[in-house]
Protein backbone atom coordinates (compact mmCIF):
# COMPACT_ATOMS: atom_id res chain seq x y z
CA UNK A 1 0.00 0.00 0.00
CA UNK A 2 1.26 3.43 -1.20
CA UNK A 3 1.21 6.95 0.60
CA UNK A 4 2.74 9.43 -1.89
CA UNK A 5 3.16 13.21 -1.62
CA UNK A 6 -0.32 13.71 -3.96
CA UNK A 7 -2.06 11.67 -1.07
CA UNK A 8 -0.71 13.59 1.76
CA UNK A 9 -1.28 16.72 -0.07
CA UNK A 10 -5.07 15.39 -0.32
CA UNK A 11 -5.03 14.99 3.16
CA UNK A 12 -3.96 18.34 4.47
CA UNK A 13 -6.49 19.67 1.83
CA UNK A 14 -9.54 17.58 3.53
CA UNK A 15 -7.68 18.64 7.15
CA UNK A 16 -8.47 22.46 5.91
CA UNK A 17 -11.75 21.80 5.26
CA UNK A 18 -12.33 19.76 8.70
CA UNK A 19 -11.08 22.96 10.17
CA UNK A 20 -13.34 25.17 8.27
CA UNK A 21 -16.16 22.81 9.12
CA UNK A 22 -15.45 23.46 12.85
CA UNK A 23 -12.86 20.63 14.16
CA UNK A 24 -10.89 22.57 16.50
CA UNK A 25 -9.23 19.79 18.23
CA UNK A 26 -5.49 19.56 17.25
CA UNK A 27 -4.99 15.97 18.12
CA UNK A 28 -7.67 14.38 15.67
CA UNK A 29 -6.65 16.96 12.99
CA UNK A 30 -3.15 15.75 12.97
CA UNK A 31 -4.40 12.00 13.25
CA UNK A 32 -6.33 12.45 10.17
CA UNK A 33 -4.06 14.14 8.45
CA UNK A 34 -1.41 11.26 8.91
CA UNK A 35 -4.10 8.42 8.59
CA UNK A 36 -4.31 7.18 4.59
CA UNK A 37 -7.77 6.75 4.36
CA UNK A 38 -7.44 5.35 0.80
CA UNK A 39 -6.01 2.38 2.34
CA UNK A 40 -9.57 1.80 3.40
CA UNK A 41 -11.13 1.89 0.00
CA UNK A 42 -10.84 -0.97 -2.87
CA UNK A 43 -8.38 0.39 -5.51
CA UNK A 44 -10.84 1.33 -8.06
CA UNK A 45 -12.53 3.88 -6.28
CA UNK A 46 -9.52 5.54 -4.17
CA UNK A 47 -10.23 8.55 -6.38
CA UNK A 48 -13.23 9.44 -4.23
CA UNK A 49 -11.18 8.90 -0.99
CA UNK A 50 -10.52 12.30 0.12
CA UNK A 51 -13.83 13.77 -0.19
CA UNK A 52 -15.38 14.73 2.86
CA UNK A 53 -18.56 12.34 2.13
CA UNK A 54 -19.67 8.81 3.45
CA UNK A 55 -18.71 5.91 0.96
CA UNK A 56 -20.63 2.23 0.65
CA UNK A 57 -17.71 -0.59 1.86
CA UNK A 58 -20.75 -3.08 1.27
CA UNK A 59 -22.58 -5.54 3.37
CA UNK A 60 -24.92 -2.26 3.37
CA UNK A 61 -22.16 -0.08 5.28
CA UNK A 62 -20.42 2.81 4.85
CA UNK A 63 -17.33 4.17 5.40
CA UNK A 64 -18.00 7.18 7.73
CA UNK A 65 -17.84 10.54 6.10
CA UNK A 66 -14.26 12.12 7.02
CA UNK A 67 -16.14 15.50 9.19
CA UNK A 68 -18.33 12.83 11.12
CA UNK A 69 -15.41 11.11 12.44
CA UNK A 70 -13.69 13.88 13.06
CA UNK A 71 -17.02 15.41 15.12
CA UNK A 72 -17.38 11.97 17.02
CA UNK A 73 -13.53 11.71 17.97
CA UNK A 74 -13.81 15.29 19.37
CA UNK A 75 -16.83 14.75 21.11
CA UNK A 76 -15.00 12.06 23.20
CA UNK A 77 -12.17 14.71 24.66
CA UNK A 78 -9.88 11.82 24.65
CA UNK A 79 -6.81 12.12 26.59
CA UNK A 80 -3.56 10.37 26.38
CA UNK A 81 -3.73 6.45 27.10
CA UNK A 82 -7.48 6.70 26.92
CA UNK A 83 -9.41 3.87 26.81
CA UNK A 84 -12.06 3.32 24.12
CA UNK A 85 -14.40 0.97 22.81
CA UNK A 86 -15.49 1.53 19.28
CA UNK A 87 -18.66 -0.22 18.24
CA UNK A 88 -18.91 -0.84 14.63
CA UNK A 89 -15.24 -1.39 13.43
CA UNK A 90 -16.80 -0.99 9.54
CA UNK A 91 -13.58 0.15 6.95
CA UNK A 92 -11.56 0.41 10.08
CA UNK A 93 -11.04 3.85 9.48
CA UNK A 94 -12.14 5.34 12.73
CA UNK A 95 -10.19 2.81 14.59
CA UNK A 96 -6.97 4.17 12.20
CA UNK A 97 -7.61 7.60 13.38
CA UNK A 98 -7.96 6.29 17.42
CA UNK A 99 -5.23 3.98 17.14
CA UNK A 100 -3.19 7.52 15.84
CA UNK A 101 -4.22 9.08 18.68
CA UNK A 102 -2.79 6.71 21.11
CA UNK A 103 -5.83 5.44 22.50
CA UNK A 104 -6.07 1.98 24.27
CA UNK A 105 -8.74 0.78 21.93
CA UNK A 106 -10.85 -2.20 21.97
CA UNK A 107 -13.24 -2.32 18.44
CA UNK A 108 -16.03 -4.95 17.82
CA UNK A 109 -18.21 -5.53 15.29
CA UNK A 110 -21.21 -7.59 14.25
CA UNK A 111 -20.08 -8.48 10.39
CA UNK A 112 -17.59 -10.73 10.34
CA UNK A 113 -16.87 -10.31 6.54
CA UNK A 114 -16.02 -6.94 7.76
CA UNK A 115 -13.53 -7.71 10.43
CA UNK A 116 -11.58 -9.80 8.40
CA UNK A 117 -10.99 -7.07 5.53
CA UNK A 118 -10.07 -4.31 8.28
CA UNK A 119 -7.95 -6.56 10.18
CA UNK A 120 -4.66 -6.58 7.68
CA UNK A 121 -5.38 -2.83 7.38
CA UNK A 122 -5.14 -1.96 11.05
CA UNK A 123 -2.33 -4.27 11.94
CA UNK A 124 0.11 -1.17 10.09
CA UNK A 125 -1.02 1.24 12.84
CA UNK A 126 0.36 -1.04 15.42
CA UNK A 127 -0.95 -3.30 18.01
CA UNK A 128 -2.83 -0.99 20.96
CA UNK A 129 -5.79 -2.46 19.24
CA UNK A 130 -8.53 -5.36 20.55
CA UNK A 131 -10.48 -6.64 17.89
CA UNK A 132 -13.30 -8.22 19.00
CA UNK A 133 -16.62 -10.10 16.32
CA UNK A 134 -19.88 -9.84 18.12
CA UNK A 135 -23.06 -7.53 19.27
CA UNK A 136 -21.38 -4.23 20.15
CA UNK A 137 -24.96 -2.88 21.19
CA UNK A 138 -24.15 -4.67 24.19
CA UNK A 139 -20.68 -2.83 24.77
CA UNK A 140 -18.00 -5.17 25.86
CA UNK A 141 -18.41 -6.00 29.62
CA UNK A 142 -14.95 -7.88 29.44
CA UNK A 143 -12.80 -4.88 29.32
CA UNK A 144 -14.83 -2.19 31.04
CA UNK A 145 -14.92 0.12 32.44
CA UNK A 146 -14.20 2.33 29.79
CA UNK A 147 -12.83 6.16 29.31
CA UNK A 148 -15.22 6.62 26.12
CA UNK A 149 -17.27 4.98 24.29
CA UNK A 150 -18.11 5.76 20.25
CA UNK A 151 -21.15 3.99 18.45
CA UNK A 152 -20.63 4.56 14.63
CA UNK A 153 -24.35 3.28 14.02
CA UNK A 154 -27.71 4.81 15.05
CA UNK A 155 -29.80 2.93 17.87
CA UNK A 156 -33.26 3.54 18.31
CA UNK A 157 -32.54 4.30 21.92
CA UNK A 158 -30.04 4.92 24.63
CA UNK A 159 -28.47 1.48 25.28
CA UNK A 160 -28.43 1.84 28.73
CA UNK A 161 -25.39 -1.69 29.23
CA UNK A 162 -23.38 0.82 27.70
CA UNK A 163 -23.43 3.91 30.54
CA UNK A 164 -22.98 0.93 33.02
CA UNK A 165 -19.07 -0.11 31.22
CA UNK A 166 -18.05 3.78 31.55
CA UNK A 167 -16.00 5.17 34.08
CA UNK A 168 -17.01 8.10 36.07
CA UNK A 169 -16.22 11.29 33.97
CA UNK A 170 -16.49 8.44 30.66
CA UNK A 171 -17.69 9.31 27.60
CA UNK A 172 -20.55 8.09 25.45
CA UNK A 173 -20.84 9.06 21.93
CA UNK A 174 -23.80 8.01 20.19
CA UNK A 175 -26.35 8.38 17.19
CA UNK A 176 -30.27 8.34 18.40
CA UNK A 177 -32.76 8.06 16.57
CA UNK A 178 -35.69 6.65 13.53
CA UNK A 179 -33.82 4.04 11.30
CA UNK A 180 -35.22 5.72 8.06
CA UNK A 181 -34.99 9.33 9.33
CA UNK A 182 -32.41 12.04 10.85
CA UNK A 183 -30.49 11.30 14.15
CA UNK A 184 -29.47 13.22 16.90
CA UNK A 185 -26.03 13.02 17.26
CA UNK A 186 -25.77 12.57 21.51
CA UNK A 187 -22.94 12.66 23.97
CA UNK A 188 -23.82 11.13 27.87
CA UNK A 189 -21.30 11.92 30.15
CA UNK A 190 -21.07 9.57 33.74
CA UNK A 191 -21.12 12.15 36.43
CA UNK A 192 -21.81 9.07 39.07
CA UNK A 193 -22.58 5.61 39.78
CA UNK A 194 -26.32 7.24 39.17
CA UNK A 195 -26.06 10.33 37.03
CA UNK A 196 -25.67 11.10 33.73
CA UNK A 197 -24.98 14.29 31.72
CA UNK A 198 -26.83 14.32 28.28
CA UNK A 199 -25.95 16.88 25.13
CA UNK A 200 -27.48 17.25 21.53
CA UNK A 201 -25.23 18.11 19.12
CA UNK A 202 -27.45 18.10 16.05
CA UNK A 203 -28.56 16.09 13.27
CA UNK A 204 -26.89 13.58 11.45
CA UNK A 205 -27.52 10.16 9.77
CA UNK A 206 -26.05 6.87 10.52
CA UNK A 207 -26.81 3.21 8.90
CA UNK A 208 -28.70 1.36 11.85
CA UNK A 209 -27.10 -0.41 14.44
CA UNK A 210 -26.93 -4.33 14.51
CA UNK A 211 -27.79 -6.26 17.46
CA UNK A 212 -29.93 -6.63 20.95
CA UNK A 213 -29.93 -3.15 21.74
CA UNK A 214 -29.89 -2.09 17.80
CA UNK A 215 -32.68 -2.60 15.07
CA UNK A 216 -32.77 -6.52 15.57
CA UNK A 217 -34.24 -6.46 18.02
Known sequence: MQDNPVHV????????????KGIVDLSVLAAISSVPRHWFFPKDFEQFSYRDAAFPIGFEQTISQPFTVAFQTQLLEIQPNSKILEIGTGSGYQAAVLMKMGVELYSIEYIKDLLNLALPVLKKFGDNIKLIHGDGSQGVSKYAP?????????????????????????KL??????????????????ISESSVKKESFGECKFVPLIGKNGWNS
Open 9 to 20: GKRNKLVNELRN
Open 173 to 190: VIPIGEKENEQQMMRFTR
Open 146 to 170: YDGIIVTAGAPALPEILISQLKIGG
